[in-house]
């Protein structure tokens, strides 16, 4: 009987620990396509991500664009550090400095992804329209 107890316990503990919120972060930099766009990009910020069963949820803040932010994206990546396509938007200030936020559901492929690095956010600004901040979602 104490067997049962304690296998019961386990699984309900590993249940629970399974479950239990993921934090990642990052730090967003400014990352110059070309040479020419040096003089358009420039600033900071940090994010932080928190995955809870499928459902991510971001929030962070910038400083420093030289122009207004215009959009905030969750990109995907095959391999880290590579650009890859937009798959999520987030809330951004319109503005050289403030805030984003936003959740999305992640698939299963998605959530793995995220795990092994290859999520990052982007911030475009209105003379950076390709991108001006970036930063790798870490656990």
């Known amino acids: 009987m104490q067997i049962k107890a304690c296998l019961a316990l386990a699984a309900v503990a590993a249940v629970a620990l399974a479950q239990s ?7 967003l930099a400014p990352v110059a396509h070309e040479m020419s766009e040096l003089d358009r990009i420039g600033g900071t910020g940090q994010a932080t991500a928190t995955l809870a ?4 949820t971001v929030s962070g803040t910038f400083e420093g664009l ?3 932010a215009t959009i905030a994206q969750i990109h995907r990546s095959s391999v880290a550090g590579v650009r890859g396509p937009n798959i999520f938007d987030l809330t951004v200030d319109k503005a050289t400095s403030g805030k984003i936020s936003g959740s999305v559901t992640l698939d299963a492929d998605q959530t793995e992804s ?23 979602l870490m656990q």
């Open 53 to 56: 069963g499928s459902k991510l």
């Open 114 to 136: 995220l795990r092994k690095g290859r999520l990052y956010i982007q911030i475009h600004s209105e003379k950076a329209p390709d991108g001006n901040l970036w930063g790798w």
């Open 21 to 27: 919120p993921a934090t990642f972060k990052t730090r």
């Open 66 to 68: 030289k122009s207004p």
